[in-house]
């Protein structure tokens, strides 16, 4: 059913005249008659009857009226829905606890007047193609890792140098160290379940381990960090990796320690990207946003892959 006709239909309900109908929608009379011809063509009924003063509702129409109200209505509401600045800008932060949802949190504590709608998605591939197809508005990622060119219509900006530092139980032979360098951590087992072959972060740990000698094992399944943490406590022989920026809570009992990396120290680049051609208009915000609140870093005495995108 068109809606141009179901709103000519009200109109000439409302005004009681043709005429008068298409003064206020602004087109021609027999436009006017032309459109309430088609929709009584398609509900198969006569919706008004003439009068001495105009054209009145019939039996039908008057049964149609509220309904018509009812359509338009409905459509005004689906419109709003979707109309910019209308619904919340959609962000993907890949996990509760990692340094997206820290900067995402800042963002709202700054900005609480943009409702946010913020996601979880796993791999790179799933965010881009909601980014293309609009599903979200933006994703934190490390980009552009090999073999993985960004499509010509997704953009990017380097948002954040997250440092990573080793956490160790209390029985870890470097667990008194106030710093350690990359040459101290070669020999020594860093244990990373989860890490997904293939993917942005799968691509930062294999180049790290390539340019410093480590030894990382992502054997086991990946319970969560619940259970990272109750393994890296009991085993004397394991650490891992941790992102400075990463939302860290464990048992006061545990005894972890979470020690800085340094000579030189290795930092995840975050990136923010979204769809060239996105009209949310808070997107050009959390950019703003994300850039005041990230100057441009000291990169020296740092790491990155080299495919990191430039900041």
Do not use: C
């Not at 011809?37 to 509900?43: M, S």
């Not at 606890?97 to 800042?106: N, S």
């Not at 799933?126 to 197809?133: E, F, H, K, L, P």
């Not at 860290?248 to 020690?259: E, M, N, Q, S, T």
């Amino acid at each position: 059913m068109d809606l141009d006709t179901v709103r000519t239909f009200v109109a000439v309900a409302d005004a009681g005249q043709f005429q008068e109908a298409a003064a206020e929608l602004g087109i021609t009379q027999q436009a006017v008659s032309k459109r309430i011809a088609a929709l009584e063509r398609t509900l198969a009924v006569r919706l008004f009857t003439r009068t001495p003063r105009g054209s009145g509702l019939s039996i039908d129409g008057q049964a149609f009226l509220p309904h018509a109200r009812e359509l338009l209505r409905v459509a005004e509401r689906a419109a709003t829905s979707v109309r910019a600045g209308r619904r919340p800008l959609r962000v993907d932060v890949i996990a509760s606890r990692g340094a997206a949802t820290g900067l995402m949190r800042a963002f709202h504590r700054a900005r609480p007047e943009i409702d946010l709608d913020v996601v979880m998605l796993l791999d790179i591939e799933t965010a881009v193609a909601a980014i293309r197809s609009g599903t979200i508005d933006a994703s934190f990622r490390a980009v552009a890792a090999p073999g993985r060119p960004l499509p010509e219509d997704v953009e990017a900006v380097r948002v954040l140098d997250e440092p990573l530092h080793l956490l160790t139980g209390p029985g870890h032979a470097l667990a008194s160290a106030r710093s350690v360098t990359m040459e101290q951590l070669v020999g020594h087992r860093i244990w990373m379940p989860g890490i997904v072959p293939g993917s942005e972060w799968g691509a930062y740990y294999d180049d790290l381990v390539a340019a410093f000698g480590l030894t990382i094992e992502a054997t086991g399944p990946n319970f969560g960090s619940d259970a990272l943490f109750d393994t890296i406590a009991d085993t004397p022989a394991l650490a891992t990796f941790m992102g400075g920026r990463t939302r860290l809570v464990w048992p006061a009992g545990h005894g972890l320690r979470l020690i800085p990396v340094t000579d030189p120290t290795p930092v995840y680049p975050h990136a923010l990207l979204w769809h060239r051609d996105n009209p949310h208009p808070a997107l050009p915000t959390l950019r703003a946003h994300l850039t005041a609140a990230t100057p441009d870093q000291d990169t020296a005495g740092t790491w990155t892959p080299d495919w990191a995108l430039p900041r």
